[in-house]
């Protein structure tokens, strides 16, 4: 069921918790002033909220958030409405302590922080279905309701006796008899024969650690118990309320490594939501990396949410100003606000939304970025940063109708291929670094402005004229079937070092690498060197020589013609790059992990045969400007954002508007430190 989105505007709003301020009606006024005078447009309600809404078992308060639903309408701002079940009421863990989740050690939590209920309670499952559904009947006839916010960052897991029994339930629904569990988990070794379903428990440091099977077939169960929990929770929603659409905030891309949210397989879960929405948190300004380093990343994570639906998705969490849980909190530097927020709407976000609307008065969050902060004030840099972005996305009003361009680029990402790299004992701990590869391989593009989605293995491959595929270490042989086929028919695919070792099951191939592989790359990989951090080998290629490290695969060419040889060691003169013509396209395979300059040059050249660089109406003189491209069948928008301190010049190279001031734009545009400029050729 897919219910979308309509919307004839950009949202701009975040969430909002008057329930901390319900004996301050003034307070509450002056917000919703406040809220007019920063265009804000939306308001994210009941986050938290279930002990206010259902101060006692059974009794129900809904008279505050009726107030604020008025106040909402009067001024014709959008609500989005969370169902409470981030965190629950003191009385409900301690009249049904089952509610509360066992860690992998069987230690029941005592009450307290949030996001850490059991996903298979049944008195839990029951409790939030039934103040969802006093939701729903409340709330689902108001004209403000734009959404349903489902929970708040689901993750963690849960060792309680019902969540192992579920999860032997889910092992036998898929293996059906124990000897396929045992065959899959490969449990001869060490004696682990499974003789009774009874004996199977998920992964504990008091138990089993060390089956790779089982710890995958873990993740995966806790995605689908997540999932389960998700659809219990909207059910009485999408009976009373079928046409409200349904989201729930992910996450991903926080310090230090911008990395996706590792908990919950999210290419699964986007399938049971309207719409992605995510919580966006970059650490600008920190001391190890640039600003347009850091853009890269974010930009990454962003085409990562879009792609999971390959649509539009919003931003339902990020900051004004700083954050209090970074190691460091900086403030955004001047245009630094402007510059984020706009770059989530370059690559199809419909929003730009925030925690929080107005600061806590107390307790953990009292310190964290807000738009009203404890001084009450509108004369605040994050006040003023957040009027000037709730101008702007009104002036881009006529491109909420677009979508960012479609990528001829893509880069393939798994989950299943996460967990199990990460899991395996070889290789090394410290360097594998999946989704650092992911980023090092997409920086090219980014800084060419070419677009790129993320896919999954399911995903259709033939629209895109190049598929990279890094580090596909779980791959079933169905997908390397489809690579191969996707090649044959013209499409381009890079391949890297460690693809292709182990099936579904995490069970190493036998016989030598997946013959599909073979044939496409025309090659096989005897073996992979895996170096010390200040260990090197040097490459040869493009006449030029470029420093190796962490992996180098040794290679027997079969078909594949060299692109390049490793210098050093006693695989001195084989071939560590190369290239293999296949049907009517190509497949390369980079044996060895390199340093960015060597992609680069690699993917200039691919760049250069496939003209993958857009035609663009603008001209840059540096990477660390960025140009996504917004557009529908009529009408283009052209996000050039400034990641850099330093101010620089662009150059229209045809007429266009500039689509904040809607006055016809100079050839020459100055683009100061953070800047953000938007050209159209819209005639709206
Ligand atoms: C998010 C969370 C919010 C708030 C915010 C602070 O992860 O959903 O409730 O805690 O972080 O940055």
Redesign the pocket.
């Known amino acids: 069921m897919s219910n979308p989105l309509k919307l004839t505007h950009f949202l701009h709003g975040g969430?909002y918790n008057p329930d901390q301020w319900l004996d301050h009606p003034e307070i509450i006024d002056r917000d919703f002033h406040l809220f007019q005078q920063a265009h804000l447009n939306s308001i994210t309600l009941g986050?938290?909220s279930w002990a206010k809404l259902e101060p006692s078992e059974g009794h129900y308060d809904f008279s505050w958030l009726d107030d604020i639903f008025d106040r909402a309408e009067a001024q014709g701002t959008h609500v989005i409405l969370a169902t409470p079940s981030g965190a629950r009421p003191r009385w409900l863990a301690e009249k049904y302590p089952e509610v509360l989740r066992v860690d992998d050690h069987g230690q029941r939590q005592h009450f307290g922080e949030r996001h850490n209920h059991c996903y298979t309670s049944p008195i839990y499952r029951e409790k939030v279905q039934t103040i969802n559904r006093k939701s729903a009947e409340r709330y689902g006839h108001r004209k403000s309701l734009l959404m349903w916010h489902i929970s708040?960052?689901y993750g963690g897991q849960c060792f309680c006796d019902l969540c192992q029994a579920a999860f032997r339930d889910w092992l036998k629904t898929k293996y059906h008899s124990l000897d396929c569990l045992n065959h899959a988990y490969w449990s001869s070794f060490w004696s682990h024969t499974y003789t009774s379903w009874d004996q199977v428990e998920a992964p504990s440091p008091l138990g089993d650690q060390s089956v790779t099977g089982l710890n995958l077939d873990w993740h995966r169960f806790v995605t689908d118990r997540t999932i389960d929990f998700f659809e219990n929770e909207i059910k009485p929603l999408r009976e009373l309320t079928p046409n409200i659409p349904v989201t729930t905030?992910f996450?991903g891309g926080n310090p230090p490594e911008s990395h996706v949210f590792t908990d919950l397989d999210y290419q699964k879960f986007a399938e049971h939501v309207d719409i992605v929405s995510w919580?966006s948190?970059p650490n600008w300004s920190n001391d190890y990396e640039s600003t347009a380093q850091l853009a890269m990343k974010t930009a990454l994570m962003n085409d990562e949410m879009r792609s999971l639906k390959h649509d539009n998705y919003l931003i339902m969490?990020s900051?004004p100003s700083q954050?209090?849980?970074h190691p460091y909190n900086r403030s955004k530097r001047p245009g630094m606000h402007e510059m984020g927020s706009l770059q989530q709407i370059a690559h199809g976000s419909d929003s730009v939304m925030y925690?929080?609307l107005h600061q806590s008065r107390g307790a953990s969050?009292m310190f964290?970025g807000a738009v009203i902060t404890n001084n009450l004030s509108d004369q605040t840099r994050a006040f003023k940063d957040v009027t000037t972005v709730g101008h702007d996305l009104q002036q881009l009003t006529g491109a909420v109708a677009t979508h960012r361009r479609d990528a001829r680029v893509a880069i393939v990402f798994d989950y299943d291929n996460m967990w199990a790299l990460d899991d395996s004992r070889n290789y090394a701990n410290a360097t594998k670094q999946y989704w650092r590869t992911i980023q090092e391989h997409y920086q090219y593009f980014w800084e060419h402005d070419i677009p790129v989605d993320i896919v999954k293995t399911s995903d259709d491959l033939t629209p895109y004229t190049l598929v990279i595929d890094p580090m596909h270490f779980l791959m079933d042989q169905a997908f390397a079937a489809k690579l191969k086929a996707y090649v044959h028919q013209g499409g381009h695919l890079v391949g890297t070092y460690i693809t292709g070792i182990v099936d579904r099951n995490d069970l190493a191939y036998q016989g030598g690498w997946l013959p599909d592989l073979q044939a496409t790359y025309g090659l096989t990989v005897q073996e992979t060197d895996t170096l010390y951090p200040h260990q090197h080998n040097t490459l040869k290629a493009f006449d030029k020589t470029y420093t190796t490290k962490d992996y180098s695969d040794l290679l027997v060419l079969d078909g594949a013609e060299p692109l390049g040889t490793y210098e050093r060691d006693f695989y001195a003169g084989t071939t560590a790059i190369s290239r293999h013509p296949l049907g009517q396209g190509a497949a390369y395979y980079l044996g060895c992990r390199t340093d960015t300059d060597f992609l680069e040059d690699f993917y200039r050249s691919l760049d250069r045969s496939l003209k993958l660089t857009p035609e663009l109406p603008l001209k840059k003189k540096t990477p660390t400007v960025s140009i996504q491209v917004r557009e529908n069948a009529t009408a283009h928008f052209y996000f050039v954002i400034n990641f850099s301190h330093q101010a620089t010049t662009i150059q229209l190279t045809q007429p266009l508007t500039d689509a904040l001031t809607h006055q016809p734009a100079d050839s020459t545009q100055e683009l100061p430190a953070y800047g953000v400029r938007v050209f159209t050729d819209s005639q709206d």
């Open positions: 969430d986050v938290f708040n960052e905030n996450m919580d948190y969490e900051t954050v209090n849980w925690f929080q969050e964290h």
